[in-house]
Protein backbone atom coordinates (compact mmCIF):
# COMPACT_ATOMS: atom_id res chain seq x y z
CA UNK A 1 0.00 0.00 0.00
CA UNK A 2 2.52 2.44 0.84
CA UNK A 3 6.37 1.21 -0.16
CA UNK A 4 8.03 4.70 1.00
CA UNK A 5 9.33 3.94 5.06
CA UNK A 6 8.21 7.04 7.79
CA UNK A 7 10.08 8.53 10.71
CA UNK A 8 8.03 9.27 13.66
CA UNK A 9 7.32 13.20 14.54
CA UNK A 10 10.73 15.05 14.50
CA UNK A 11 10.41 16.09 17.78
CA UNK A 12 9.90 12.17 19.07
CA UNK A 13 13.01 12.48 21.00
CA UNK A 14 12.26 15.10 23.39
CA UNK A 15 9.22 12.80 24.37
CA UNK A 16 11.69 9.86 24.96
CA UNK A 17 13.71 12.08 27.25
CA UNK A 18 11.21 13.15 29.20
CA UNK A 19 9.52 10.20 29.87
CA UNK A 20 13.23 8.89 30.60
CA UNK A 21 13.87 11.35 32.98
CA UNK A 22 10.71 11.19 34.62
CA UNK A 23 11.64 7.69 35.43
CA UNK A 24 15.26 8.62 36.88
CA UNK A 25 13.98 11.75 38.46
CA UNK A 26 13.81 10.83 42.46
CA UNK A 27 16.79 8.40 42.27
CA UNK A 28 18.54 11.73 40.79
CA UNK A 29 17.06 14.06 43.34
CA UNK A 30 18.43 11.99 46.05
CA UNK A 31 21.63 11.69 44.99
CA UNK A 32 22.09 15.64 44.40
CA UNK A 33 20.24 16.44 47.96
CA UNK A 34 21.72 13.94 50.20
CA UNK A 35 24.88 12.89 48.47
CA UNK A 36 28.54 13.63 49.79
CA UNK A 37 30.81 16.33 48.21
CA UNK A 38 33.87 14.77 47.11
CA UNK A 39 35.60 17.99 46.30
CA UNK A 40 34.83 21.15 48.27
CA UNK A 41 36.15 23.40 46.15
CA UNK A 42 35.37 22.06 42.96
CA UNK A 43 31.71 21.05 41.71
CA UNK A 44 30.19 18.00 43.80
CA UNK A 45 30.37 14.62 41.90
CA UNK A 46 26.74 14.09 41.97
CA UNK A 47 26.34 17.10 39.48
CA UNK A 48 29.20 15.07 37.14
CA UNK A 49 27.04 11.80 37.58
CA UNK A 50 23.58 13.79 36.53
CA UNK A 51 25.51 15.17 33.49
CA UNK A 52 26.88 11.69 32.50
CA UNK A 53 23.20 10.81 32.75
CA UNK A 54 22.00 13.66 31.18
CA UNK A 55 24.02 13.18 28.32
CA UNK A 56 23.90 9.08 28.09
CA UNK A 57 19.70 9.31 28.19
CA UNK A 58 19.85 12.14 25.49
CA UNK A 59 22.24 9.80 23.79
CA UNK A 60 19.61 7.26 23.91
CA UNK A 61 16.54 9.33 22.90
CA UNK A 62 18.59 10.80 19.78
CA UNK A 63 19.66 7.08 18.50
CA UNK A 64 16.01 6.00 18.67
CA UNK A 65 14.72 8.48 16.84
CA UNK A 66 17.48 8.07 14.37
CA UNK A 67 16.87 4.44 13.98
CA UNK A 68 13.08 4.02 13.80
CA UNK A 69 11.16 3.56 10.87
CA UNK A 70 7.99 2.08 10.07
CA UNK A 71 5.90 1.43 6.67
CA UNK A 72 2.40 0.67 6.04
CA UNK A 73 1.56 -2.23 3.76
CA UNK A 74 -2.12 -3.62 2.27
CA UNK A 75 -2.72 -5.33 5.72
CA UNK A 76 0.67 -5.04 7.71
CA UNK A 77 2.51 -2.57 10.26
CA UNK A 78 6.52 -3.29 9.02
CA UNK A 79 8.44 -1.65 12.07
CA UNK A 80 12.56 -1.27 12.10
CA UNK A 81 14.34 0.20 14.99
CA UNK A 82 18.05 -0.20 16.57
CA UNK A 83 21.53 0.22 16.00
CA UNK A 84 23.87 -1.87 17.03
CA UNK A 85 21.32 -5.05 17.28
CA UNK A 86 18.86 -4.02 14.56
CA UNK A 87 14.93 -5.62 15.06
CA UNK A 88 12.38 -5.61 12.49
CA UNK A 89 8.68 -6.58 13.16
CA UNK A 90 5.94 -7.43 11.01
CA UNK A 91 2.56 -6.91 12.70
CA UNK A 92 -0.66 -7.54 10.99
CA UNK A 93 -3.60 -5.50 11.45
CA UNK A 94 -6.02 -8.40 12.13
CA UNK A 95 -3.41 -9.23 15.07
CA UNK A 96 -3.94 -5.75 16.64
CA UNK A 97 -6.55 -6.09 19.27
CA UNK A 98 -7.01 -3.13 20.98
CA UNK A 99 -5.35 0.77 19.74
CA UNK A 100 -5.16 3.69 22.43
CA UNK A 101 -4.18 7.07 21.21
CA UNK A 102 -2.59 9.43 24.37
CA UNK A 103 -2.26 12.54 24.54
CA UNK A 104 -0.98 14.61 27.38
CA UNK A 105 -0.33 18.15 27.91
CA UNK A 106 3.03 18.47 26.27
CA UNK A 107 1.32 16.35 23.84
CA UNK A 108 -1.41 18.80 22.74
CA UNK A 109 0.84 21.91 23.03
CA UNK A 110 2.97 20.00 19.69
CA UNK A 111 0.26 18.74 17.73
CA UNK A 112 1.06 15.33 18.93
CA UNK A 113 0.05 11.80 20.39
CA UNK A 114 1.40 8.47 20.94
CA UNK A 115 0.15 5.62 19.23
CA UNK A 116 -0.09 2.30 21.11
CA UNK A 117 -1.14 -1.56 19.61
CA UNK A 118 -2.09 -4.27 21.46
CA UNK A 119 -2.38 -8.20 20.66
CA UNK A 120 -3.24 -10.48 22.48
CA UNK A 121 -0.51 -12.05 23.97
CA UNK A 122 3.22 -10.65 25.62
CA UNK A 123 4.09 -8.45 27.90
CA UNK A 124 4.45 -5.69 25.96
CA UNK A 125 2.42 -3.65 23.32
CA UNK A 126 3.49 -4.81 19.72
CA UNK A 127 4.26 -1.35 19.51
CA UNK A 128 4.41 2.13 20.74
CA UNK A 129 5.39 4.61 18.58
CA UNK A 130 6.34 8.10 20.57
CA UNK A 131 5.38 10.30 18.69
CA UNK A 132 3.10 11.14 15.76
CA UNK A 133 1.32 13.83 14.18
CA UNK A 134 -2.15 13.73 15.73
CA UNK A 135 -3.19 13.21 12.32
CA UNK A 136 -1.08 10.16 11.35
CA UNK A 137 -2.06 8.77 14.68
CA UNK A 138 -5.61 8.71 14.31
CA UNK A 139 -5.23 8.09 10.31
CA UNK A 140 -3.21 5.19 10.85
CA UNK A 141 -5.74 3.93 13.73
CA UNK A 142 -8.19 4.23 10.85
CA UNK A 143 -6.10 2.09 8.95
CA UNK A 144 -5.57 -0.46 11.80
CA UNK A 145 -9.58 -0.78 12.92
CA UNK A 146 -10.23 -1.39 9.31
CA UNK A 147 -7.37 -3.45 8.72
CA UNK A 148 -5.87 -1.65 5.97
CA UNK A 149 -9.45 -1.03 3.77
CA UNK A 150 -8.68 2.79 2.94
CA UNK A 151 -5.50 4.35 1.27
CA UNK A 152 -2.79 6.13 3.21
CA UNK A 153 -3.64 9.50 2.24
CA UNK A 154 -7.52 9.18 2.33
CA UNK A 155 -9.43 11.33 4.91
CA UNK A 156 -10.53 9.07 7.41
CA UNK A 157 -14.36 9.04 7.23
CA UNK A 158 -15.60 7.17 10.37
CA UNK A 159 -18.85 5.55 10.71
CA UNK A 160 -21.96 6.85 12.66
CA UNK A 161 -20.73 5.94 16.27
CA UNK A 162 -23.93 5.23 18.96
CA UNK A 163 -23.51 7.03 22.35
CA UNK A 164 -23.33 4.38 24.79
CA UNK A 165 -22.80 7.16 27.84
CA UNK A 166 -21.31 10.05 28.84
CA UNK A 167 -20.17 11.11 32.58
CA UNK A 168 -21.74 15.19 33.01
CA UNK A 169 -20.32 17.09 35.95
CA UNK A 170 -22.55 16.06 38.56
CA UNK A 171 -21.53 11.98 37.54
CA UNK A 172 -17.97 13.22 37.82
CA UNK A 173 -18.16 14.74 41.37
CA UNK A 174 -19.74 11.77 42.73
CA UNK A 175 -17.21 9.95 41.00
CA UNK A 176 -14.73 12.01 43.28
CA UNK A 177 -16.59 11.30 46.40
CA UNK A 178 -17.14 7.91 46.04
CA UNK A 179 -13.33 6.92 44.90
CA UNK A 180 -11.65 9.16 47.64
CA UNK A 181 -8.25 8.96 45.20
CA UNK A 182 -6.97 12.06 47.45
CA UNK A 183 -6.55 9.50 50.37
CA UNK A 184 -4.31 7.44 47.96
CA UNK A 185 -2.12 10.36 46.50
CA UNK A 186 -1.73 10.98 50.35
CA UNK A 187 -0.41 7.42 51.03
CA UNK A 188 2.02 7.96 47.93
CA UNK A 189 3.49 11.04 48.93
CA UNK A 190 3.84 10.13 52.43
CA UNK A 191 5.97 6.83 51.16
CA UNK A 192 7.25 8.45 48.56
CA UNK A 193 8.69 11.01 51.48
CA UNK A 194 9.89 8.82 53.75
CA UNK A 195 11.92 7.26 50.47
CA UNK A 196 13.18 10.75 49.54
CA UNK A 197 14.60 12.02 52.74
CA UNK A 198 16.16 10.43 55.80
CA UNK A 199 13.77 8.42 57.97
CA UNK A 200 15.15 9.98 61.22
CA UNK A 201 14.79 13.26 59.88
CA UNK A 202 11.24 13.12 59.06
CA UNK A 203 10.18 11.34 62.67
CA UNK A 204 11.88 14.21 64.40
CA UNK A 205 10.18 16.49 62.18
CA UNK A 206 7.51 14.58 63.10
CA UNK A 207 7.51 14.67 66.91
CA UNK A 208 9.07 18.27 66.68
CA UNK A 209 6.20 19.66 65.59
CA UNK A 210 3.54 17.45 67.57
CA UNK A 211 5.49 19.07 70.67
CA UNK A 212 4.78 22.69 69.50
CA UNK A 213 1.26 22.08 68.62
CA UNK A 214 1.07 20.38 72.37
CA UNK A 215 3.04 22.83 74.08
CA UNK A 216 0.82 25.57 72.27
CA UNK A 217 -2.54 24.16 74.11
CA UNK A 218 -1.03 23.71 77.29
CA UNK A 219 0.03 27.55 77.53
CA UNK A 220 -3.36 28.88 76.21
CA UNK A 221 -4.85 25.98 78.63
CA UNK A 222 -7.84 24.88 76.92
CA UNK A 223 -10.03 22.71 78.80
CA UNK A 224 -11.14 19.06 77.28
CA UNK A 225 -13.84 19.95 75.56
CA UNK A 226 -12.81 22.72 73.73
CA UNK A 227 -9.51 20.34 72.87
CA UNK A 228 -12.09 17.46 71.63
CA UNK A 229 -14.19 20.29 69.18
CA UNK A 230 -10.69 21.79 67.97
CA UNK A 231 -9.80 17.77 66.94
CA UNK A 232 -13.46 17.07 65.22
CA UNK A 233 -12.97 20.70 63.45
CA UNK A 234 -9.76 19.44 62.18
CA UNK A 235 -10.89 16.02 61.43
CA UNK A 236 -13.54 17.46 59.52
CA UNK A 237 -11.53 19.91 57.43
CA UNK A 238 -9.05 17.25 56.56
CA UNK A 239 -12.16 15.03 54.79
CA UNK A 240 -13.48 18.09 53.31
CA UNK A 241 -9.63 18.91 51.98
CA UNK A 242 -9.66 15.40 50.63
CA UNK A 243 -13.38 15.40 48.87
CA UNK A 244 -12.45 18.29 47.34
CA UNK A 245 -9.12 17.00 45.92
CA UNK A 246 -10.86 13.78 45.16
CA UNK A 247 -13.16 15.57 43.16
CA UNK A 248 -10.56 17.99 41.32
CA UNK A 249 -8.44 13.85 40.20
CA UNK A 250 -12.49 12.41 38.82
CA UNK A 251 -12.80 15.75 36.71
CA UNK A 252 -8.23 15.17 35.43
CA UNK A 253 -9.05 12.25 34.69
CA UNK A 254 -12.80 11.46 33.58
CA UNK A 255 -13.75 15.23 31.78
CA UNK A 256 -15.46 14.30 28.35
CA UNK A 257 -15.90 10.16 29.28
CA UNK A 258 -17.57 9.34 26.34
CA UNK A 259 -18.39 5.94 25.55
CA UNK A 260 -19.34 4.89 21.84
CA UNK A 261 -19.84 2.17 19.98
CA UNK A 262 -19.20 1.61 15.60
CA UNK A 263 -18.86 -1.05 13.77
CA UNK A 264 -19.03 -3.71 16.77
CA UNK A 265 -16.41 -2.04 18.60
CA UNK A 266 -16.03 0.30 21.78
CA UNK A 267 -14.36 3.34 22.15
CA UNK A 268 -14.25 5.72 25.27
CA UNK A 269 -12.35 8.87 25.02
CA UNK A 270 -11.30 10.72 28.80
CA UNK A 271 -9.31 13.12 29.93
CA UNK A 272 -9.14 17.02 30.85
CA UNK A 273 -4.83 17.70 30.79
CA UNK A 274 -3.94 14.19 29.44
CA UNK A 275 -6.28 12.53 26.83
CA UNK A 276 -6.68 8.80 26.27
CA UNK A 277 -8.77 7.46 23.39
CA UNK A 278 -8.73 3.88 24.28
CA UNK A 279 -10.94 0.83 21.30
CA UNK A 280 -11.49 -2.24 21.59
CA UNK A 281 -13.83 -4.78 19.55
CA UNK A 282 -16.25 -6.25 21.42
CA UNK A 283 -15.15 -9.76 20.32
CA UNK A 284 -12.17 -8.77 22.19
CA UNK A 285 -13.71 -8.92 25.71
CA UNK A 286 -13.35 -11.71 27.69
CA UNK A 287 -15.05 -10.97 31.37
CA UNK A 288 -17.62 -8.15 32.52
CA UNK A 289 -17.55 -6.90 36.05
CA UNK A 290 -19.92 -5.04 38.13
CA UNK A 291 -19.18 -3.21 41.13
CA UNK A 292 -20.46 -1.47 44.01
CA UNK A 293 -19.58 -0.29 47.19
CA UNK A 294 -20.83 1.02 50.59
CA UNK A 295 -20.79 4.67 49.35
CA UNK A 296 -22.06 3.42 45.51
CA UNK A 297 -25.45 2.27 47.15
CA UNK A 298 -25.51 5.15 49.09
CA UNK A 299 -25.69 7.22 45.74
CA UNK A 300 -27.42 4.59 43.99
CA UNK A 301 -24.32 4.03 41.52
CA UNK A 302 -22.74 1.12 40.10
CA UNK A 303 -19.61 0.49 37.79
CA UNK A 304 -18.96 -1.63 34.61
CA UNK A 305 -15.58 -3.05 33.90
CA UNK A 306 -14.39 -5.21 31.35
CA UNK A 307 -11.40 -7.69 30.77
CA UNK A 308 -9.95 -7.88 27.56
CA UNK A 309 -7.53 -10.22 25.97
CA UNK A 310 -4.14 -8.04 25.32
CA UNK A 311 -0.28 -8.20 26.24
CA UNK A 312 1.05 -5.92 28.81
CA UNK A 313 -0.40 -8.56 32.13
CA UNK A 314 -2.48 -6.86 34.57
CA UNK A 315 -0.10 -3.89 36.06
CA UNK A 316 0.23 -2.90 32.62
CA UNK A 317 -3.51 -3.08 31.25
CA UNK A 318 -4.41 -1.03 34.53
CA UNK A 319 -2.42 2.02 33.14
CA UNK A 320 -4.22 2.80 29.30
CA UNK A 321 -5.84 -0.44 28.07
CA UNK A 322 -10.08 -0.04 27.93
CA UNK A 323 -10.94 -1.28 30.93
CA UNK A 324 -14.00 0.96 32.52
CA UNK A 325 -16.68 1.14 30.20
CA UNK A 326 -18.48 2.71 33.09
CA UNK A 327 -16.86 4.27 35.81
CA UNK A 328 -20.21 5.33 37.67
CA UNK A 329 -23.53 4.70 35.96
CA UNK A 330 -26.94 4.42 37.91
CA UNK A 331 -27.69 0.29 38.17
CA UNK A 332 -30.43 0.12 35.72
CA UNK A 333 -27.66 2.34 33.12
CA UNK A 334 -25.25 -0.86 33.84
CA UNK A 335 -27.67 -4.02 33.73
CA UNK A 336 -28.88 -2.18 30.39
CA UNK A 337 -25.25 -2.07 29.16
CA UNK A 338 -24.68 -5.31 29.53
CA UNK A 339 -27.71 -6.36 27.77
CA UNK A 340 -27.11 -3.81 24.54
CA UNK A 341 -23.61 -5.28 24.10
CA UNK A 342 -24.78 -9.52 25.14
CA UNK A 343 -27.74 -8.95 23.83
CA UNK A 344 -28.13 -12.86 24.48
CA UNK A 345 -27.77 -12.61 28.04
CA UNK A 346 -30.71 -11.92 29.93
CA UNK A 347 -29.45 -9.82 33.01
CA UNK A 348 -30.04 -10.06 36.04
CA UNK A 349 -30.78 -14.00 35.99
CA UNK A 350 -33.66 -15.21 37.21
CA UNK A 351 -32.28 -17.60 39.44
CA UNK A 352 -28.75 -17.65 41.63
CA UNK A 353 -27.64 -20.82 43.17
CA UNK A 354 -26.03 -20.56 46.48
CA UNK A 355 -22.72 -22.07 47.42
CA UNK A 356 -22.34 -24.36 50.74
CA UNK A 357 -22.20 -22.75 54.05
CA UNK A 358 -20.47 -25.20 55.63
CA UNK A 359 -17.10 -23.77 57.01
CA UNK A 360 -18.17 -20.25 56.82
CA UNK A 361 -15.46 -19.58 58.98
CA UNK A 362 -12.68 -20.25 56.91
CA UNK A 363 -12.85 -16.57 55.26
CA UNK A 364 -12.38 -14.86 58.42
CA UNK A 365 -9.34 -17.40 59.31
CA UNK A 366 -6.62 -14.39 57.76
CA UNK A 367 -7.40 -11.92 60.70
CA UNK A 368 -7.04 -14.74 63.22
CA UNK A 369 -3.34 -14.99 63.67
CA UNK A 370 -2.19 -11.56 63.22
CA UNK A 371 -4.60 -10.13 65.49
CA UNK A 372 -4.16 -12.68 67.70
CA UNK A 373 -0.39 -12.28 67.68
CA UNK A 374 -0.69 -7.82 67.84
CA UNK A 375 -3.13 -8.48 70.80
CA UNK A 376 -0.55 -10.53 72.94
CA UNK A 377 2.17 -8.53 72.09
CA UNK A 378 0.19 -4.96 73.20
CA UNK A 379 -1.15 -7.18 76.40
CA UNK A 380 2.18 -7.69 77.02
CA UNK A 381 3.21 -4.14 76.95
CA UNK A 382 -0.24 -1.90 77.87
CA UNK A 383 -1.93 -4.55 79.98
CA UNK A 384 -5.31 -4.81 79.49
CA UNK A 385 -6.03 -2.42 77.27
CA UNK A 386 -4.06 -4.37 74.71
CA UNK A 387 -6.64 -6.53 74.46
CA UNK A 388 -9.07 -4.19 71.77
CA UNK A 389 -7.74 -5.53 68.50
CA UNK A 390 -9.86 -8.62 69.56
CA UNK A 391 -12.82 -6.66 69.07
CA UNK A 392 -11.99 -7.24 65.32
CA UNK A 393 -12.52 -10.95 65.57
CA UNK A 394 -16.15 -11.08 65.87
CA UNK A 395 -17.02 -7.98 63.32
CA UNK A 396 -14.61 -10.46 60.73
CA UNK A 397 -16.85 -13.52 61.66
CA UNK A 398 -19.93 -11.71 61.11
CA UNK A 399 -18.71 -10.12 57.51
CA UNK A 400 -16.97 -13.96 56.40
CA UNK A 401 -20.73 -15.32 57.41
CA UNK A 402 -22.47 -12.74 55.21
CA UNK A 403 -19.91 -12.93 51.89
CA UNK A 404 -20.31 -16.65 52.13
CA UNK A 405 -24.33 -16.11 52.62
CA UNK A 406 -24.20 -13.82 49.36
CA UNK A 407 -22.46 -15.89 47.41
CA UNK A 408 -23.68 -17.55 44.21
CA UNK A 409 -23.79 -18.46 40.64
CA UNK A 410 -26.01 -19.19 37.60
CA UNK A 411 -25.09 -21.06 34.12
CA UNK A 412 -27.24 -20.54 30.92
CA UNK A 413 -26.21 -22.24 27.33
CA UNK A 414 -24.33 -18.54 26.57
CA UNK A 415 -22.45 -17.64 29.74
CA UNK A 416 -21.63 -18.37 33.66
CA UNK A 417 -22.08 -15.88 35.91
CA UNK A 418 -20.69 -15.28 39.51
CA UNK A 419 -21.49 -13.05 42.45
CA UNK A 420 -20.06 -12.17 45.79
CA UNK A 421 -19.11 -9.55 48.22
CA UNK A 422 -20.95 -8.26 51.18
CA UNK A 423 -20.00 -4.95 52.18
CA UNK A 424 -18.21 -4.25 48.62
CA UNK A 425 -20.93 -5.92 45.94
CA UNK A 426 -19.00 -7.64 42.22
CA UNK A 427 -20.24 -9.77 39.53
CA UNK A 428 -18.60 -11.51 37.09
CA UNK A 429 -19.62 -12.14 33.91
CA UNK A 430 -18.12 -14.66 31.16
CA UNK A 431 -19.42 -15.88 27.89
CA UNK A 432 -18.86 -19.61 27.57
CA UNK A 433 -17.07 -19.25 23.60
CA UNK A 434 -14.17 -17.62 25.74
CA UNK A 435 -13.74 -20.18 28.23
CA UNK A 436 -10.56 -22.07 27.62
CA UNK A 437 -9.76 -24.40 30.74
CA UNK A 438 -11.33 -25.25 34.04
CA UNK A 439 -9.26 -26.23 36.95
CA UNK A 440 -10.66 -28.08 40.12
CA UNK A 441 -8.96 -27.48 43.16
CA UNK A 442 -9.60 -28.99 46.99
CA UNK A 443 -7.77 -27.87 49.90
CA UNK A 444 -7.33 -29.87 53.00
CA UNK A 445 -10.11 -27.44 54.48
CA UNK A 446 -12.05 -28.36 51.44
CA UNK A 447 -11.65 -32.22 51.75
CA UNK A 448 -12.79 -31.84 55.67
CA UNK A 449 -16.05 -30.00 54.74
CA UNK A 450 -17.05 -31.72 51.53
CA UNK A 451 -16.29 -28.85 48.99
CA UNK A 452 -14.23 -27.62 46.32
CA UNK A 453 -13.38 -24.81 44.25
CA UNK A 454 -13.96 -24.63 40.63
CA UNK A 455 -11.85 -21.86 38.36
CA UNK A 456 -12.65 -20.53 35.06
CA UNK A 457 -10.22 -19.62 32.77
CA UNK A 458 -10.10 -16.86 29.57
CA UNK A 459 -7.85 -15.21 27.42
CA UNK A 460 -6.68 -12.35 29.25
CA UNK A 461 -9.13 -12.20 32.35
CA UNK A 462 -6.97 -10.01 34.44
CA UNK A 463 -9.74 -8.75 36.99
CA UNK A 464 -9.96 -9.05 40.62
CA UNK A 465 -11.46 -11.16 42.39
CA UNK A 466 -10.48 -14.47 39.95
CA UNK A 467 -13.41 -16.04 38.12
CA UNK A 468 -14.05 -18.30 40.58
CA UNK A 469 -17.03 -20.75 42.41
CA UNK A 470 -16.22 -21.02 45.83
CA UNK A 471 -17.92 -23.40 47.97
CA UNK A 472 -18.93 -25.57 45.88
CA UNK A 473 -20.18 -28.92 46.92
CA UNK A 474 -17.80 -31.61 45.88
CA UNK A 475 -20.64 -33.16 43.74
CA UNK A 476 -21.79 -30.59 42.29
CA UNK A 477 -18.74 -29.29 41.43
CA UNK A 478 -17.42 -32.10 39.36
CA UNK A 479 -20.73 -32.20 37.63
CA UNK A 480 -20.14 -28.51 36.70
CA UNK A 481 -16.80 -29.32 35.51
CA UNK A 482 -18.22 -32.00 33.13
CA UNK A 483 -20.95 -29.79 31.89
CA UNK A 484 -18.69 -26.80 30.81
CA UNK A 485 -16.27 -29.40 29.93
CA UNK A 486 -18.48 -30.39 27.37
CA UNK A 487 -19.75 -26.94 25.75
CA UNK A 488 -16.10 -25.95 25.40
CA UNK A 489 -15.29 -29.02 23.70
CA UNK A 490 -18.17 -28.60 21.02
CA UNK A 491 -17.77 -24.71 20.67
CA UNK A 492 -14.99 -22.62 18.93
CA UNK A 493 -12.89 -20.74 21.20
CA UNK A 494 -13.85 -16.77 20.45
CA UNK A 495 -11.62 -14.00 21.43
Same mark, same amino acid.
Given at each position: ??????????????????????????????????????????????????????????????????????????????????????????????????????????????????????????????????????????????????????????????????????????????????????????????????????????????????????????????????????????????????????????????????????????????????????????????????????????????????????????????????????? =? @???? %???????? /? *? #?? !??? &?? $???????????????????????? =? @???? %???????? /? *? #?? !??? &?? $????????????????????????????????????????????????????????????????????????????????????????????????????
Amino acid at each position: MDSEERRLHPWSWLFALQQQIQQLLVPLVALLVFGRRSNEDGLPYQHWIIAVVFAAVLGSALARYWSYRYRIGTDTLSIRSGIFERTRREIPFARIHNVVVHQNLLHRLFGVAELRLESAAGDKPEAQMRVLKLEQALELEHLIRHRGKAAPGEEAQEPAADVLLTLPLPELVRQGLISNRALVVLAAAIGAAYQLFPRRAMEEAITQQGRQVFGYASQVQLGVGTLVAGAVVLLVTALLLMWVMSIGLAIMQYHGFRLTEADRRLTVERGLLTRLRSSVARRRIQAWTLREGALHRLFKRRQLRVDIASGGGAAENEGRALKELAP =L @APPD %TCDGLLQQ /L *L #PQ !LQW &PP $SHWHAVSTRGWWRLCLPALLPVTA =L @AAVL %THQTGAPG /L *L #PL !LWL &PW $SAFKAHRQVSRMGYSVDAQRVAVRGGWWNRWWRIAELDKLQALRLDRSPLDRAFGTATLTLDTAGAFGAPPLQLRFLDEQRARELMEQLGREMARRKLRW
